[in-house]
């Protein structure tokens, strides 16, 4: 309580009307010191959020500030600068949704890009080619979308068939044009475009006509495979039906190819056109499905051993799976997780969108498969979760719980190792 002055000597009234005062400034100072303190208990929680959302936004800005950096670097005369300049646009447009942000930049990043795209060499060239497939992704199936999809159309496919440009770029190309088809394009005659043009990478005339196919393939027939193979998964019945009159003679060719890869991905288009076949109700049960199951099995089994052991195992397991869906039509369902989700991947043709995107997006996929709503309608996982702090902290495993998980199962794993080696044992 405040120290009281001293008053000079009053008469009785004066004496209570003073105590009366000085009864009222306590209890005002009483109120007022309540009041503060209870301001002062629910500031810090204020504060804190304040303060949190306020860090938000200037890490937000800050991030803005480094992509603006970035697209001006594009031009920059140094190969070394675009380079790193694509490489940080690659990261940032994988690992983030930045629709808003892109929204009215997309013409003129589209531009810069094209110029790595005509003027850039090898490595430069590929990653304006990854860049732009991002960029379409973040613009979406809507009008934006099929804008950029038709002016890169055109550069995709002449980098693509230009047989001296830098095979990495046209690698980068191919896997471009396939997936640029499948987010934005509206016209069936885009994706047929797309789906011949492929084709020629992968299948040249000299395979259909002469029976015979030259071994030797590398990445860029890989990547025309794999973006043919996820085209076939949006087109049309009447489409397809056409696509297994010419193509179901050539893709077999390609199992003799000296590239485990090309082998694996031609298998894998060969079951999903079956698979296509069957939701058709078309009959492939032919003369040559004899054959072609001869051919798989040899490959499920293969132990030639001028092939490298891990390129056997995989193949052995592929091809076995491959062989158990043509013959009986079973597949073997996987599942993917993130975060507080999960997808089952349960037929060859969700396998290949699932693969393709996650070849284009990288470590990106999951907060994709989380956040991005045009990947979550693809894959019909519904909108985005809104989770709150509980919820993500529950989400969480402790790096105390991996300890114990991961010690768990190194004992199981030794327990049946040394089981295995006594066995060993008692046959020597």
Same mark, same amino acid.
Not at 125 to 151: D, N
Not at 238 to 264: A, E, F, G, M
Not at 330 to 350: H, I, N, P
């Given at each position: 309580m405040p120290r009281s002055r001293r008053a000079p000597r009053r008469g009785p009234g004066s004496a209570r009307a003073g105590s009366t005062a000085s009864e009222e400034e306590e209890a005002s100072s009483e109120v007022l010191s309540h009041c503060s303190s209870a301001s002062e208990g629910t500031s810090p929680a204020e504060e804190a959020a304040g303060s949190e959302a306020a860090d938000e936004a200037g890490q937000e800005e800050e991030a803005e500030d480094r992509l603006k950096e970035h697209m001006d670097n594009l031009l920059d005369k140094s190969a070394k600068a675009r380079q790193v300049a694509l490489q940080s646009l690659r990261l940032a447009f994988s690992s983030k949704t930045l629709y808003d942000f892109l929204l009215e930049r997309r013409l003129t990043l589209t531009d810069s890009l094209?110029?790595?795209l005509k003027k850039g060499k090898g490595e430069e060239q590929a990653l304006a080619g990854t860049v732009l497939?991002?960029?379409?992704?973040?613009?979406?199936?809507?009008?934006?979308?099929e804008e950029a999809f038709r002016s890169l159309k055109p550069l995709f496919v002449s980098v693509l068939t230009d047989s001296t440009a830098s095979p990495s770029a046209r690698q980068s190309c191919a896997t471009a044009l396939g997936m640029c088809c499948y987010i934005a394009?509206?016209?069936?005659?885009?994706?047929?475009?797309?789906?011949s043009c492929l084709e020629g990478i992968f299948s040249p005339p000299s395979a259909g006509g002469g029976g015979s196919t030259p071994t030797q393939h590398g990445p860029l027939h890989c990547s025309a495979l794999q973006s043919w193979s996820l085209l076939l998964t949006i087109c049309p019945p009447s489409h397809i039906k056409s696509i297994l009159d010419n193509c179901w003679q050539k893709l077999p060719l390609l199992l003799s190819s000296s590239s485990v890869t090309l082998r694996i991905l031609a298998g894998e288009a060969i079951a999903l056109l079956f698979e296509l076949a069957q939701d058709m109700e078309e009959d492939l049960c032919h003369q040559d499905t004899e054959f072609l199951?001869? =051919?798989?099995?040899? !490959?499920?089994? @293969?132990?030639?051993?001028?092939?490298?052991?891990?390129?056997?195992r995989k193949q052995h397991s592929i091809f076995r799976d491959i062989l158990r869906f043509i013959e009986s039509g079973e597949y073997q369902e996987e599942t993917v997780r993130f975060g507080l989700e999960c997808m089952y991947l349960d037929s060859w043709a969700r396998q290949r969108t699932y693969q393709a995107f996650?070849?284009?997006?990288?470590?990106?996929?999951?907060?994709?498969? =989380?956040?991005?709503? !045009?990947?979550? @309608?693809?894959?019909g996982l519904g909108?985005?979760?809104?989770?709150?702090?509980?919820?993500?902290?529950?989400s969480k495993v402790s790096r105390f719980e991996k300890h114990l998980y991961n010690s768990a199962a190194f004992k199981a794993r030794t327990k049946a190792r040394s089981r295995v080696r006594d066995k060993r044992a008692d046959v020597l």
């Amino acid at each position: 309580m405040p120290r009281s002055r001293r008053a000079p000597r009053r008469g009785p009234g004066s004496a209570r009307a003073g105590s009366t005062a000085s009864e009222e400034e306590e209890a005002s100072s009483e109120v007022l010191s309540h009041c503060s303190s209870a301001s002062e208990g629910t500031s810090p929680a204020e504060e804190a959020a304040g303060s949190e959302a306020a860090d938000e936004a200037g890490q937000e800005e800050e991030a803005e500030d480094r992509l603006k950096e970035h697209m001006d670097n594009l031009l920059d005369k140094s190969a070394k600068a675009r380079q790193v300049a694509l490489q940080s646009l690659r990261l940032a447009f994988s690992s983030k949704t930045l629709y808003d942000f892109l929204l009215e930049r997309r013409l003129t990043l589209t531009d810069s890009l094209e110029k790595c795209l005509k003027k850039g060499k090898g490595e430069e060239q590929a990653l304006a080619g990854t860049v732009l497939t991002l960029l379409c992704l973040q613009m979406g199936s809507g009008p934006e979308g099929e804008e950029a999809f038709r002016s890169l159309k055109p550069l995709f496919v002449s980098v693509l068939t230009d047989s001296t440009a830098s095979p990495s770029a046209r690698q980068s190309c191919a896997t471009a044009l396939g997936m640029c088809c499948y987010i934005a394009a509206a016209d069936l005659e885009d994706l047929i475009s797309c789906l011949s043009c492929l084709e020629g990478i992968f299948s040249p005339p000299s395979a259909g006509g002469g029976g015979s196919t030259p071994t030797q393939h590398g990445p860029l027939h890989c990547s025309a495979l794999q973006s043919w193979s996820l085209l076939l998964t949006i087109c049309p019945p009447s489409h397809i039906k056409s696509i297994l009159d010419n193509c179901w003679q050539k893709l077999p060719l390609l199992l003799s190819s000296s590239s485990v890869t090309l082998r694996i991905l031609a298998g894998e288009a060969i079951a999903l056109l079956f698979e296509l076949a069957q939701d058709m109700e078309e009959d492939l049960c032919h003369q040559d499905t004899e054959f072609l199951c001869t =051919q798989l099995k040899v !490959l499920a089994t @293969e132990s030639n051993k001028y092939r490298a052991k891990t390129d056997r195992r995989k193949q052995h397991s592929i091809f076995r799976d491959i062989l158990r869906f043509i013959e009986s039509g079973e597949y073997q369902e996987e599942t993917v997780r993130f975060g507080l989700e999960c997808m089952y991947l349960d037929s060859w043709a969700r396998q290949r969108t699932y693969q393709a995107f996650k070849e284009v997006l990288g470590s990106g996929i999951c907060y994709q498969l =989380q956040n991005s709503e !045009l990947i979550r @309608e693809i894959f019909g996982l519904g909108p985005p979760l809104v989770l709150d702090a509980a919820a993500l902290k529950a989400s969480k495993v402790s790096r105390f719980e991996k300890h114990l998980y991961n010690s768990a199962a190194f004992k199981a794993r030794t327990k049946a190792r040394s089981r295995v080696r006594d066995k060993r044992a008692d046959v020597l």
